[in-house]
């Protein structure tokens, strides 16, 4: 498909009126991070720019919001690993970096009770303590302490199995698409016990997708970012609601710099003519024109708004054919302190693969010397179909085998927050199919955390999406 077609022609789609009194450089269709970030790098660069969000809140994926009784509900739990160096300079070039708030260099495993022969009547916590050594050093040092997760014998295993992504080999891991995680784990020779200890819940915390279904090289993409630098592990959490303490923030940034945010502004159509596409239309019947279009949503809305004859062009025909995962974040606030964690938990076995207290580990949730655990609850596809009370009697129960005093006595409430099409599915052949920036169209450019730049499904490739969608419309714009 030449980057000359005009997918609609001006004729078919009506007269287009800009709402702008002057022509804008970009218009950016969603309000998330990467929507978010692609503005901020716009504006700093001296450009217009008009962000839409189809929602009342922005945030995207890291909205949250207040219930009627001032507690915090939010679509995801986030963890800012020390790797996500894209984050962490935007943080900083917003003031906001101190609203991380760092937690030892530790990565902590939980086994219920009888998960394997290793444990017994009661849950099992090992801790890697990641060594003061450069990496991949660090991380092999904590491997080495472990007892519960790695006998002796697996510690060789896991060396020999992971050698490849441990010694920086990318095209390997690029080689491991079309098979899943666990077929790779066996096929190299590591134990089932490791699997379902270790990568089991790794795999939902990365994609909310078990090991026997997710991509390989997805999982392996993430070990090597482990491995790639000393701190790259090390997991820290905002000092407050994502919404309060980085989405607010960066759009008070942005709009001081003359940008424009408008939220419950669904966008409908992409405009084009003259080979270029001209602007959007939201579903009320506003107009808005523009240099460039950025689109930075979901995938599956991504795949809405694209002409179908666009999603047949190989840059752009992913786009189409990826799927989303569905999760469910719960939130449990409990009437004392039921865990002596205050790190993000990987909890092998039970529906609360990846979990935090927050409510001692963050001071800005308000829920000072008692627990507030908020539980990433996957795999969730057999789970949203149940209500609300079901799926939390479940939790709740899984909870309980890891924490004795998290029971129904001591549960203050308990809500649940459904996304039905989160992050994209990174099964076997899904990473070939993550689109880059570019389109057919040239001033037509994609972002978002399902885009490929290198990076897994996260805040921090949705940061470096926005940044490469920025980059192309500099790149096409003259300096003013």
């Not at 959007?280 to 979901?298: C, K, M, N, Q, S």
């Not at 308000?366 to 655990?373: A, T, Y």
């Not at 499904?457 to 790149?475: C, F, K, M, P, Y």
């Amino acid at each position: 498909m030449q980057a000359n077609v005009a997918f609609e022609t001006r004729e078919r789609l009506g007269r287009v009126e800009s709402q702008a009194s002057a022509p804008l450089d970009a218009v950016i269709v969603g309000g998330g991070p990467a929507g978010l970030a692609a503005a901020k790098y716009l504006a700093d660069a001296g450009r217009s720019a008009l962000v839409l969000e189809k929602r009342p809140i922005l945030g995207g994926k890291l909205s949250s919001w207040r219930d009627r009784d001032g507690d915090v509900l939010e679509t995801g739990l986030h963890s800012f690993f020390g790797g996500y160096a894209t984050v962490h300079a935007l943080l900083r070039d917003v003031g906001i970096a101190h609203h991380v708030r760092w937690q030892p260099h530790t990565l902590t495993f939980a086994m219920p009770p009888g998960f394997s022969n290793r444990v017994g009547a009661n849950a099992v916590f090992e801790e890697f303590h990641f060594v003061d050594a450069p990496s991949p050093f660090n991380g092999i040092g904590a491997v080495l302490n472990a007892r519960y997760v790695f006998n002796a014998w697996e510690k060789v295993l896991f060396a020999l199995g992971t050698a490849p992504i441990l010694t920086g080999d990318h095209a390997y891991a690029e080689r491991q698409d079309d098979i899943t995680y666990a077929a790779w784990h066996r096929k190299r020779g590591m134990s089932e016990h490791m699997l379902q200890t270790f990568f089991a819940p790794m795999a939902l915390a990365l994609n909310f997708t078990p090991a026997d279904a997710i991509s390989a090289e997805a999982m392996l993409r993430v070990m090597a970012y482990f491995a790639s630098s000393r701190d790259a592990s090390r997991s820290g959490f905002l000092d407050g609601p994502p919404n309060e303490r980085l989405i607010e923030p960066i759009a008070a940034h942005v709009r001081e710099r003359g940008v424009r945010i408008e939220s419950t502004a669904r966008v409908a159509q992409l405009l084009f003519a003259d080979g270029r596409c001209t602007g959007v239309r939201t579903d009320d019947g506003r107009t808005y024109e523009a240099e460039h279009v950025i689109l930075a949503t979901p995938v599956h809305d991504a795949a809405k708004l694209l002409p179908p004859e666009m999603l047949r062009d190989p840059l752009v025909h992913g786009v189409g054919k990826l799927t989303s995962s569905p999760v469910i974040n719960g939130h449990f606030w409990f009437d004392r302190p039921i865990s002596p964690h205050t790190n993000l938990i990987f909890g092998a076995g039970t529906l609360l693969p990846v979990h935090a207290d927050l409510g001692q580990a963050s001071p800005g949730y308000e829920w000072p010397k008692k627990s507030f655990l908020e539980v990433c609850i996957a795999p969730a596809d057999d789970l949203m179909a149940l209500d609300d009370d079901t799926v939390i009697e479940r939790v709740l129960a899984d909870m309980t085998k890891l924490y004795p005093l998290a029971t129904k006595q001591t549960l203050v409430k308990a809500k649940l927050v459904r996304v039905p099409k989160s992050v994209y599915r990174a099964s076997p052949g899904a990473e070939r199919l993550r689109p880059g920036t570019r389109t057919p169209v040239a001033n037509l450019l994609l972002a978002g955390c399902y885009t490929n730049h290198g990076f897994p499904a996260s805040i921090e490739g949705a940061l470096r999406s926005a940044r490469a969608a920025a980059d192309a419309v500099l790149a096409q714009t003259r300096v003013r």
